[in-house]
Nanobody, 118 residues
Framework: QVQLVESGGGLVQAGGSLRLSCAASGSIFNFEDMGWYRQGLGKQRELVAVMAVGGSTNYADSVRGRFTISRDAFKNSVYLQMNNLKPEDTDVYYC????????????WGQGTQVTVSS
């Protein structure tokens, strides 16, 4: 199975920035849609940002213009640059992958905590 390991989470003040990284093992990276989801207490996991194999992206309305997803096929990594963070962005963020066309959601990392203080 593909292994996804997130890093880069932490505590930041409102208005600050964080860059999340997800390292994916295996050569399947280039054939997978990759994305970031988040989940708060008592809420279902929701899509934050995703990039398909073909390069198309999709963002949650709440993060559009503030977050940017990118991927580096040669490093088997996907990133989420988060700018102008808000307290409501506080969540556990999960890296995810899925077959081409799935917009991810099949494989998951363990998550990394992002906490934004006001």
């Amino acid at each position: 199975q593909v292994q996804l390991v997130e890093s880069g989470g932490g505590l930041v003040q409102a208005g600050g920035s964080l860059r999340l990284s997800c390292a994916a093992s295996g050569s399947i990276f280039n054939f997978e849609d990759m994305g970031w989801y988040r989940q708060g207490l008592g809420k279902q996991r929701e899509l934050v940002a995703v990039m398909a194999v073909g390069g198309s992206t999709n963002y949650a309305d709440s993060v559009r213009g503030r977050f940017t997803i990118s991927r580096d096929a040669f490093k088997n990594s996907v990133y989420l640059q988060m700018n102008n963070l808000k307290p409501e962005d506080t969540d556990v963020y999960y890296c995810s992958s899925g077959p081409a066309g799935s917009w991810a959601g099949n494989y998951w990392g363990q998550g990394t905590q992002v906490t934004v203080s006001s």
